[in-house]
């Protein structure tokens, strides 16, 4: 990509004349970082524009992945090394007095997702680009994200995430493409001009789908791919007689009914009004987004559409976007008078889905009511999928009607939408290998039955750009300076490095760059939560998605243990550690903000102790995203990676932690299998049960939490202080905690994460880590084994994955 440094300056004086009015001189912090932005997209848009004409040019298939979230962190740095600009701009703007870190921490994440999920998603869009396929995404412009974490009195409190404060100067409005997505009405019946039955809606809801654009930049070419976005509103959400009438809420009612689609990612859906918001809003971008592609369809090739298959993939990013597959067979079935079994042969070519959990609570299902209501027609679609469908399982299992019921996508009073991916979908791919098997022989296994040829493996990835260029620049000049460049677009280059595992001077130079990151992310607490950490202290982290399977709670209890072993020994002196946790609730999950609460209650006695300083410490990182994971990452010693086996999906963090030199503790769950297959279990710490050992107890239910607590008097204690008063005077705040553990609640078995089976085992890796960690250089040479083997990890060897067995795209080179 072409820099012309003069042109840049020009351009940064420009936009700031333009849009405040203002010189250099006068330029804020956030005038500045606006003004760069803008200038960077200026030389990013020639080659957006070109990928566009040049997909057009030569026709070929784009795949199209539908998310409820895209976690992009920020983009002012990512895309500035996608380019290969960045020390170009860096160099302008000292030439002109501005320092470059000082505007872009101005820029805010884009807050437009929350987990792994989102940040899957981000990553692959990523790789897309960089491997020159084309892949678009689409989603929701949410207004205020998800939300912005404060912890006060230790709780966690939800404010809004004002990231569109000011204008984003990453995206371009395209009102042009706006479309309209319907709601409710009635259905009515009507004849096409040939004698066809036609399906339309009368009193309708009409919300407008404004689409919003981001480029996505690759690295090392010319590609820049799209994410498109879509913000709803009212078509006539203003109301003038209401509102000359004085009647100002009624007036602006319809437009705030509206806006609430786009408003918040996964708004609290505890009670019905949530779950409709819900739905409103994973019908709202998949119609829109589906009604883009077809309108392009037709606009360029005509309403052929055996042909649609041969130019669109639609990836469904989870359950969250699968109402595009009725919808699809609507807008063809009504809108183009396609007959149904050409409309369905159509969608049994289009949609591929990856399932992302193993929690049966997580496959999203909808009551009939909720449903049929907000969508009729598309209602009644799946309602003639379903009874085509049961026609086919009573073939199959003629005898088993409870099977039949069981694999019914509409049974109980309820949609089960992943049933329904699974039975339109060409593909279904879980994300790890551990995954997918458990995929195959448990939760689906009536499905891997009757569709063998749809089920793949697809182990996720994270993209090394993002992950180890951008976010570790000392460890990746380490890198290059012994292996040179092409690992950032080739991972398994990697392996180069085991050759210096045994190197003094590279282990030393690998102990010096962790040290250095540890001391910026030190700099960083302290500045902006008052937290002094000490660098000499073992970092160990857990930073993720707040939820009971992924087992804060065993950490935290662990914590406790040691907190009481060091205050009742003064001969116990282990290695001083330092663990630090991120995460968000969910705003409707009360058991994982008591656990939050926990932690900081926890954190604030342990802090405070005299006896334990220098030895123990607890940091709760508030409002965990993106651009502090960037921070965090490159400075942890071990990555906690201690989900319940059989649970997790995959998980993503594990993998930017490796190739970060973090050590792993963790189960043999998801992607850990994998990381300590490629690394050696020698050089991470496993322990815990296995997936089939967890499964054999629940089939028995021969798990007995209690026996743990009767033969460990020191885990007893520490279950026992949730509400003995020891962290909370009456007693009552931890007690849900408690029970659920020893009792169990809300009618479920006690301890249904097998905290406690674990508890010993996760002890003794933890012992051994702290044992191994004295050593300085071998731990450094494990860290460095670690990195030299994560090269499977990249999302580009999973998008290389995809490509081969589900999307079968092919490289466009933009000029």
């Known amino acids: 990509m072409t820099f012309d440094a003069e042109q840049f300056k020009e351009n940064l004086t420009a936009r700031l004349r333009r849009q405040y009015g203002k010189d250099i001189t006068q330029a804020n912090k956030h005038d500045l970082f606006d003004a760069v932005s803008a200038s960077a997209l200026e030389i990013i848009m020639p080659n957006w524009m070109n990928t566009r004409k040049e997909y057009e040019a030569k026709p070929t298939k784009q795949l199209y992945y539908l998310s409820a979230e895209f976690l992009m962190g920020r983009a002012l740095g990512n895309n500035l090394i996608n380019s290969g600009i960045m020390e170009q701009v860096k160099d302008v703007l000292k030439d002109m007095n501005i320092s470059y870190d000082f505007i872009e921490d101005e820029e805010p994440d884009a807050g437009l997702g929350n987990g792994g999920l989102g940040r899957l998603a981000a990553c692959f869009l990523d790789s897309l680009a960089t491997l020159e396929y084309p892949g678009h995404g689409y989603g929701i412009r949410y207004e205020y994200g998800m939300f912005?974490?404060?912890?006060?009195?230790?709780?966690?409190?939800?404010?809004?995430?004002?990231?569109?404060?000011?204008?984003?100067?990453?995206?371009?409005?395209?009102?042009?493409?706006?479309?309209?997505?319907?709601?409710?009405?009635?259905?009515?019946?009507?004849?096409?001009?040939?004698g066809q039955d036609r399906f339309y809606l009368e009193n309708a809801e009409e919300i407008t789908a404004t689409p919003y654009d981001m480029p996505i930049v690759a690295y090392g070419s010319n590609t820049v791919n799209t994410l498109r976005l879509w913000q709803a509103s009212s078509p006539n959400g203003f109301d003038l007689q209401l509102f000359n009438d004085m009647q100002y809420h009624r007036a602006v009612e319809r437009q705030n009914d509206a806006e609430n689609i786009s408003r918040v990612l996964y708004p609290n859906d505890n009670g019905p009004m949530g779950k409709e918001l819900r739905l409103r809003q994973q019908y709202f971008f998949t119609s829109a987004s589906l009604q883009d592609l077809v309108h392009h369809f037709v606009n360029t090739y005509g309403a052929d559409f055996s042909k649609f298959p041969e130019y669109h993939v639609i990836q469904l990013n989870d359950t969250h976007p699968v109402v595009a597959i009725p919808e699809l067979m609507r807008i063809l079935i009504d809108e183009y008078n396609v007959g149904w079994d050409d409309a369905w042969s159509v969608v049994q070519k289009t949609f591929a889905y990856t399932n992302h959990t193993i929690l049966s609570e997580a496959l999203e299902k909808w009551t009939i009511e909720v449903f049929q209501k907000l969508l009729p027609r598309i209602y009644q679609i799946v309602e003639e999928i379903n009874r085509r469908f049961v026609i086919e399982l009573r073939q199959q299992f003629p005898n088993d009607y409870e099977k039949q019921n069981h694999m019914a996508i509409i049974h109980d009073g309820k949609v089960y939408m992943a049933w329904l991916a699974i039975h339109a979908g060409f593909s279904v791919n879980g994300v790890a290998a551990l995954h997918t098997k458990i995929l195959k022989e448990q939760e689906l296994k009536d499905w891997y039955k009757i569709y063998p040829e749809k089920f793949n493996n697809k182990t996720n990835g994270v993209t090394q750009r993002r992950w180890l260029l951008f976010a570790n620049p000392e460890l990746s000049d380490f890198i290059t300076k012994r292996i040179g460049h092409g690992w950032e677009k080739e991972l398994s280059l990697l392996k180069g490095l085991e050759k210096y595992v045994d190197d003094d001077a590279s282990l030393e130079e690998l102990i010096a760059i962790k040290r250095h990151n540890k001391e910026k992310l030190a700099e960083y607490l302290k500045h902006s939560q008052n937290e002094f950490l000490d660098p000499e202290s073992i970092f160990d982290t857990q930073v993720k998605r707040l939820h009971e399977y992924k087992r804060q709670l065993l950490n935290v209890f662990h914590i406790m243990y040691l907190y009481n072993k060091i205050v009742e020994d003064p001969s116990y002196n282990p290695p001083a550690r330092t663990f630090i946790f991120?995460?968000?609730?969910?705003?409707?999950?009360?058991?994982?903000?008591?656990?939050?609460?926990?932690?900081?209650?926890?954190?604030?006695?342990?802090?405070?102790?005299?006896?334990v300083r220098g030895k123990l410490r607890v940091v709760f990182v508030e409002n965990y995203r993106v651009s502090v994971a960037e921070k965090i990452i490159p400075a942890s010693d071990v990555s906690e990676q201690i989900s319940t086996a059989g649970f997790e999906a995959s998980g993503t963090s594990n993998m930017k932690f490796m190739m970060n030199g973090a050590l792993t503790i963790g189960t043999l769950d998801g992607a850990n299998i994998e990381i300590v297959e490629e690394a050696g279990e020698d050089n991470a710490f496993i322990f815990g049960l296995k997936a089939d050992e967890i499964v054999k107890m629940k089939q028995e239910h021969s798990y007995n939490p209690t026996k743990y607590l009767d033969r460990n008097p020191s885990l007893a204690k520490v279950v026992n202080q949730l509400?003995?008063?020891?962290?909370?005077?009456?007693?009552?705040?931890?007690?849900?905690?408690?029970?659920?553990?020893?009792?169990?609640?809300?009618?479920?078995?006690?301890?249904?994460?097998?905290?406690?089976?674990?508890?010993?085992?996760?002890?003794?890796?933890?012992?051994?880590?702290?044992?191994?960690?004295?050593?300085?250089?071998?731990?450094?040479?494990?860290?460095?084994?670690?990195?030299?083997?994560?090269?499977?990890?990249?999302?580009?060897?999973?998008?290389?994955?995809?490509?081969?067995?589900?999307?079968?795209?092919?490289k466009v080179a933009v000029k």
């Open 723 to 810: 509400v003995d008063g020891t962290y909370d005077p009456s007693g009552l705040l931890f007690k849900e905690i408690h029970d659920s553990i020893v009792y169990g609640v809300e009618g479920q078995q006690p301890d249904v994460y097998f905290i406690l089976a674990d508890f010993d085992s996760y002890v003794k890796a933890h012992e051994k880590l702290a044992a191994e960690y004295a050593d300085k250089k071998a731990w450094a040479r494990k860290t460095l084994i670690n990195i030299a083997n994560s090269g499977k990890f990249s999302s580009d060897r999973t998008i290389e994955d995809y490509v081969k067995d589900i999307w079968h795209l092919k």
């Open 148 to 194: 912005e974490q404060h912890i006060i009195n230790g709780e966690q409190v939800e404010f809004p995430d004002n990231w569109l404060k000011h204008r984003d100067p990453w995206e371009v409005k395209r009102s042009d493409l706006a479309v309209t997505v319907k709601f409710g009405g009635q259905i009515k019946y009507g004849k096409t001009p040939d």
């Open 582 to 611: 991120g995460a968000k609730a969910a705003s409707g999950y009360r058991r994982a903000k008591a656990i939050i609460k926990l932690i900081n209650t926890v954190a604030e006695r342990v802090n405070n102790d005299r006896r």
